[in-house]
């Protein structure tokens, strides 16, 4: 029994995760016309008991959504997931790159 | 951190009809233009481009843009909506005591200026001395510096209109009118781009130096050549204007390595930027043919009529083309607000959902290839092409402003039907 708590644990955490990442696929850049999953905007996902803290960034410091995107972001990630609380934590190390967009997102802005 | 949308769309709503006027007011005065460009209804249209067009819409965009990348809002709201207001009164009396009222209205329009100006710098010194933002706001800093000496030049001009301490002869105005161009709004937008390409086009470049050079460059050159252009030094001209042409290169090279590692595809604000560049080069291949070619009198008259119209263009359709990114943006968050979070056919809201965008290719061509007729009648001495260029340019102005202005109204109707709340589980 107490071996299998920590994995039950882990599962719900990866459950947890992928229930994010779906929600913040439905958050879009209103410039670029991606979501900030494939625009490689998502850092991290660290849940933790009923808690989510999602570190992203943005494409450069001063972007017009600096604002708006990180809150939206924190909406939907909460509304998928209604019982946690969810943050969203804006961080700039290491800088958005164009690398790190996924081969869909090349893809959709047609780079592919 | 970014003002209330009023503030930077009640300056761009007064730069969008200055724009107009500037176009028909052009239309109706090309005769005097051609024959004689330095006549009071010829300065009053000129200063309807540069100040109730382009400075205005300038200040707008930088209320705006100024807080977002310097990460530091502006000093005071207040003091805001007060520019506003001062500044449409000193650029509307400036033009009009320049035709009507030679001197009362023109000493009122020049001091009222210079206390919005004043107010502006005072303003976006919040934001602008801030250590984030890097070469933009380093750029900025300079530019707007750059406006307070083009606004000094210009009281002192309209003191010494009504008290005649010195002769106004050609060199002192063009000194003056080229510090406005060059230091001010050239800067401005050599700054601002440097910050927007990348964004925009998703272009990384960290060890790219080439738009260090260009804001270093315009802001050393412009000193120089305005100071010889003042005292009529011609080799300090010549060396003022080579290092600005060459700061007008570097800017060019940015935009051209921005474009080279971009990761989407080029859109209509690219093209606006591609046709704007070509009129800088235009402009500067005419500013040194005028300067240095032994031509007529007349000749370089045209020659010089005809810079000032393509660095107006150069920056006129610059504006116009970011515009389309700026104002988006701007009534796009007060959609969301609303709860308004999808377009008409059910997609994610986008920027470019909020703007038709034939009419946006329609105002591009209608825009540079007038405004490529102005400069051309200009050059050579043709009214008619002048005139048809100029009402043009106001067409295209009045095609911007409805454009954008009712953009909202393409996603209103049918969204505004949708209940906001599950949209917002939803997507955002």
Redesign the interface.
Request: proline share 9%.
């Given at each position: 029994m107490s071996q299998a708590e920590p994995t039950s644990t882990t599962v719900d955490a990866e459950a947890t995760k992928a229930t994010v990442l779906e929600a913040l696929d439905n958050v879009w850049d209103p410039e670029l016309g991606l979501d900030i999953v494939n625009l490689g905007l998502v850092y991290d996902i660290k849940v933790a008991d009923r808690s989510v803290v999602i570190d992203m960034t943005l494409t450069t410091p001063g972007c017009p959504v600096s604002e708006t995107l990180p809150r939206e972001a924190e909406a939907a990630a909460s509304a998928a997931l209604p019982d946690f609380d969810v943050s969203v934590e804006v961080v700039w190390d290491p800088p958005w790159t164009p690398e790190r967009l996924t081969p869909e997102g090349l893809q959709r802005l047609g780079f592919s | 951190?970014?003002p209330p949308a009023s503030v930077p769309l009640g300056f761009l709503l007064a730069g969008a009809v200055g724009l107009v006027a500037f176009g028909a007011c052009l239309a109706f005065g090309a005769t005097l233009a051609v024959r004689s460009p330095r006549s009071p209804d010829v300065l009053a249209v000129t200063h309807l481009g540069v100040l109730a067009f382009l400075t205005t819409a300038v200040l707008g965009a930088l209320h705006q843009f100024a807080p977002?990348?310097?990460?530091r809002a502006l000093r005071s709201i207040p003091v805001a909506r007060i520019t506003v207001v001062t500044l449409v009164i000193a650029v509307w009396a400036l033009p009009i005591g320049f035709a009507y009222f030679p001197t009362t209205l023109v000493v009122v329009g020049g001091l009222v200026g210079a206390v919005a100006v004043c107010l502006a710098a005072w303003n976006l010194s919040g934001p602008l001395s801030s250590r984030?933002?890097g070469i933009p706001v380093v750029g900025l800093r300079l530019s707007v510096l750059y406006l307070l000496v083009t606004v000094t030049f210009g009281v002192v001009y309209v003191l010494d209109r009504h008290y005649g301490w010195f002769p106004l002869i050609e060199h002192r105005v063009l000194a003056h009118a080229h510090v406005g161009l060059f230091g001010w709004l050239g800067l401005t937008y050599i700054s601002v781009a440097e910050?927007l390409w990348?964004?925009?086009l998703?272009?990384?470049r960290p060890k790219a130096r080439s738009g260090a050079w260009a804001v270093g460059l315009v802001a050393a050159g412009t000193a120089v050549l305005g100071t010889g252009l003042l005292f009529a030094w011609p080799v300090v001209t010549g060396a003022g204007g080579a290092v600005v042409a060459a700061g007008i290169g570097a800017h060019l090279t940015s935009l051209a390595g921005a474009v080279k590692h971009r990761?989407?595809?080029l859109e209509l604000l690219h093209v606006f930027l591609f046709v704007s560049a070509a009129f800088v080069v235009v402009a500067l291949v005419l500013g040194a043919v005028g300067g240095l070619a032994p031509v007529s009198t007349t000749v370089r008259m045209h020659l010089v009529s005809a810079e000032i119209a393509a660095l107006i263009a150069w920056l006129g359709l610059a504006v116009i083309g970011h515009c389309h990114?700026i104002v988006p943006?701007i009534t796009?968050?007060r959609l969301?607000e609303r709860g308004i979070q999808t377009n008409r056919s059910g997609g994610?809201?986008?920027?470019?959902d909020l703007f038709d965008h034939t009419v946006a290719v329609a105002t591009l061509v209608i825009g540079a290839t007038r405004f490529a007729l102005v400069v051309a009648g200009l050059a050579a001495g043709f009214a008619a092409a002048v005139a048809a260029g100029g009402a043009a340019v106001g067409i295209a102005g009045l095609a911007v402003t409805l454009n954008l202005g009712l953009g909202p109204r393409r996603v209103l109707p049918k969204a505004a039907h949708q209940d906001p709340e599950p949209e917002?589980?939803?997507?955002?």
């Open positions: - | 951190m970014v977002v990348v310097g990460v984030e933002g910050k990348p964004m925009f998703l272009a990384h990761r989407r595809p990114k943006f796009f968050n969301r994610p809201l986008l920027f470019g917002l589980a939803r997507t955002t």
